[in-house]
């Protein structure tokens, strides 16, 4: 049990981070290549499919085909991803506080209030994004309808004549582009800030065994004062993210580059996506790491919790006075949270007897 908690400053989460990922790389990374792997599975077969009737010229089942795999792709993220953020937080909780942890046993535990987690991101995603799809649906909404009569869908010579021969158009393709351009930047300042805001939910549902709505209200509680800090942690894997990406997806673009308005070949395509199983793997578990971490320190600044937790350490009863008034469970995250080794042990049990 670890009882050297104490509040850390953002250079120091980032170094307990990197420290948290190398000695448990094979943990992090195995937790979300569950999500990784599923998606590849599913491109590979949507390529091959895709190829097969592409080969017998039937467009019409190939249209059908990827509509239908689409909306089976992102039935499979929503789920699987929402799994492996709660699986990676509850990972972290366990091994930053010096407990042991195991794929299986991270996943063991959060599979019974998997819908809670799900809901969660449903509610926060919603309430983050709204604005700005319904901003971008706008504006692809009045392209697309005003599109097919030639404003903004032609170049040159015939465009110009386009526009002359349906001004009302032209106008209104002008005013959505202008209104856009104005109302992206509070869009998407609002979107970051609700992001920070909501930042620490899943940590707090996953650990405290919150609801999906108070473990919001336990977000912004515990996020304030932070949201700088938050940020830069963003921005810094954001950065990471997209150089890794960018590196090993290099040859994807200079394909594209070179033969624009083409298909990739089926074995570039797959190679691609074999590529990102990998990266998805290795980069997937490195925000849900940091962001519990910050948590954690959250908790350590506004609530004493690392008293708490040496008491704990000690074998002391924690007094009520130093619980937190109404946004967390009374429980204490040693009563709330199962150690890998007990999911573990009713398994282990069960095969014994077989």
Not at 5 to 26: H, K, S, W, Y
Not at 105 to 124: D, E, K, V
């Amino acid at each position: 049990m670890e009882s050297n908690l104490r509040p850390l400053t953002l250079g120091e989460i980032l170094d307990r981070t990197a420290q948290l990922f190398r000695a448990n790389f094979l943990l992090f990374a195995g937790i979300f290549a569950v999500y990784a792997g599923v998606l590849l599975v599913l491109n590979l077969l949507r390529l091959s499919l895709n190829a097969l009737l592409q080969a017998q010229h039937l467009v019409g089942a190939l249209v059908w085909v990827t509509v239908i795999s689409s909306c089976v792709e992102l039935l499979a993220m929503f789920l699987l991803f929402g799994a492996a953020i709660a699986a990676i937080s509850r990972a972290v909780a366990w091994v930053h506080l010096g407990e042991p942890a195991t794929i299986r046993g991270a996943y063991l535990s959060i599979l019974p209030r998997l819908g809670r987690y799900l809901w969660l991101m449903t509610i926060t995603a919603f309430r983050v994004w709204t604005p700005f799809v319904l901003l971008y649906a706008g504006l692809l909404g009045t392209f697309y309808f005003y599109g097919p009569k030639g404003v903004g869908a032609q170049a040159g010579v015939a465009a110009r004549q386009a526009a002359a021969a349906n001004p009302q158009a032209t106008v209104a393709v002008l005013v959505v582009s202008g209104a856009f351009c104005l109302l992206l930047i509070p869009v998407g300042i609002y979107t970051i800030f609700m992001s920070l805001r909501y930042s620490l939910a899943v940590p707090a549902c996953v650990v405290e065994n919150m609801k999906a709505r108070k473990a919001i209200r336990r977000s912004i509680e515990l996020a304030k004062g932070s949201w700088g800090r938050i940020f830069l942690l963003a921005l810094l894997v954001g950065v990471i993210k997209l150089a890794l990406v960018g590196v090993t997806q290099a040859f994807v673009f200079v394909a594209a580059f070179k033969h624009p308005g083409q298909q990739l070949g089926l074995g570039l395509s797959a190679l691609s996506q074999i590529i990102s199983f990998f990266t998805t793997s290795f980069l997937g578990p490195i925000w849900a790491t940091g962001i519990t971490l910050f948590y954690y320190d959250q908790r350590i600044r506004k609530e004493g919790y690392d008293i708490e937790w040496m008491m704990q350490a000690a074998g002391l009863t924690v007094p009520e006075a130093a619980d937190v008034a109404s946004a967390a469970e009374p429980a204490t995250f040693a009563e709330q949270a199962p150690s890998a080794g007990e999911l573990a042990a009713p398994a282990e049990a069960e095969e014994d007897q077989g």
